[in-house]
């Protein structure tokens, strides 16, 4: 079955280290993006691309990086840098616009 | 810059009742998604609204957009247990050709019995 995968679904790190949040998708889409979600809070773009070695920042970029080396792939660095990382990350893709997005299960990411 | 408003943020309400979350959006767009997220869980698409005057039902839940007034509306109709969840609406906030979801905060339905 085609869709995006997430991992690890729960992940813990010490304050001042840097970790990355996976995402794959099988479903040849073009778009992908990172959100992060915190309690009763909507949805922030951290991070979109539309092609393979391109990508655009969104409203919330500082502290976070990305890749896009590969169609299916766009992982996530949270870095030092990101003052609150404690959240909800889910990533998304799609194919033409005014196609709905499609979730992976999200990572739940916890530093201490 | 795109600002979504949902109201009501909570929402308790009887099975077998009606009621109407609203999502109000400040700039033009003509693009509204309908998500639902179930505690500790993913986003699930619901409806995709494409122009004014667009409307989709499925089951219990109908949605429409008004671009012109920048207001997309969900209607429940005989609320069940089953629809309790949190419930976004999205509106492209598209720049440069890019697609730029912006999501509302979310309307958290409680059904109860």
Redesign the interface.
């Known amino acids: 079955d085609g869709g995006i995968t997430q991992s690890p679904k729960y992940l813990f790190r010490k304050e001042g280290q840097n970790v990355t949040l996976s995402c794959e998708q099988n479903l040849n889409h073009d778009a992908m993006y990172w959100y992060r979600q915190d309690p009763g809070q909507g949805l922030r773009l951290i991070y979109y691309s539309q092609i393979v070695n391109d990508f655009q920042k969104g409203d919330i970029a500082e502290g976070y990086s990305v890749s896009r080396e590969k169609k299916e792939s766009f992982p996530l660095t949270v870095t030092s840098a990101q003052k609150n990382p404690t959240a909800f990350y889910l990533c998304a893709s799609s194919t033409t616009r005014g196609s709905p997005l499609h979730f992976g299960n999200g990572t739940r990411l916890t530093v201490t | 810059e795109l600002k979504?408003e949902q109201n009501p943020?909570f929402l308790s309400m009887q099975e077998g009742k009606n009621y109407t979350i609203y999502c109000n959006y400040s700039t033009t767009s003509d693009?509204l998604?309908w998500?639902r997220q179930d505690p500790g869980?993913?986003?699930?698409?619901l409806f995709?609204l494409?122009s004014n005057g667009a409307v989709k039902q499925e089951g219990r839940l109908m949605a429409s957009l008004d671009t012109k007034a920048r207001l997309s509306t969900l209607h429940i109709t005989a609320a069940v247990h089953d629809l309790s969840a949190t419930y976004?609406c999205?509106v492209?906030g598209?720049q440069g050709g890019?697609?730029?979801?912006?999501?509302?905060?979310?309307t958290k339905l409680t059904v109860n019995p």
Do not use: I
């Open positions: 979504v943020l693009r998604y998500y869980k993913s986003l699930e698409s995709v494409l976004f999205a492209d598209t890019s697609e730029k979801l912006v999501f509302g905060k979310g």
